[in-house]
């Protein structure tokens, strides 16, 4: 049986190890770059797709608003905290599943659950980005909470 998979009409080669190693990779240190735009956008091919609907403009504009996002906690709660809960890596396909607390201290407080899903394409640089947002308050009805 071949290892290569179809995909439309093309025939694409499995993706090693040591290639979802590095994407994994990338999206990690993308991540811990967030608190300065300019640095984040590195990861990004020229002309780089994101699919955010609240979100008016290109990549630059999209890194501008996570920044803003976790800014914007500060004022109420000075202990933010972003923890990477889950990474897969499907082919060029890698999907984040992500939380951001309010405050550390308090994780009761609530925050963004968000799943982030990069399109990798030509030197392991992201042409594509979505990212789906659920908010998270107190009393929530679901005991098993978000993870």
Do not use: C
């Amino acid at each position: 049986m071949s290892k290569k998979k179809a995909v439309g009409n093309k025939r694409r080669r499995p993706t090693s190890d040591k290639v979802r190693a590095q994407r994994k990779k990338i999206v990690k240190e993308f991540f811990g770059a967030l608190g300065t735009p300019r640095e984040a956008l590195k990861f990004f091919a020229p002309g780089a797709k994101q699919h955010n609907p609240f979100v008016n403009g290109g990549m630059d504009s999209l890194m501008e608003s996570m920044a803003a996002a976790q800014q914007s906690m500060t004022p109420e709660f000075d202990d933010p905290d972003f923890a990477i809960k889950h990474i897969l890596v499907d082919g060029n396909v890698v999907a984040v599943h992500t939380e951001l607390l309010h405050s550390k201290s308090r994780p009761n407080e609530g925050g963004l659950r968000q799943v982030h899903l990069f399109r990798f394409g030509a030197g392991n640089k992201i042409v594509e980005y979505w990212d789906i947002t659920q908010q998270v308050t107190k009393d929530l009805p679901n005991p098993a909470n978000a993870f």
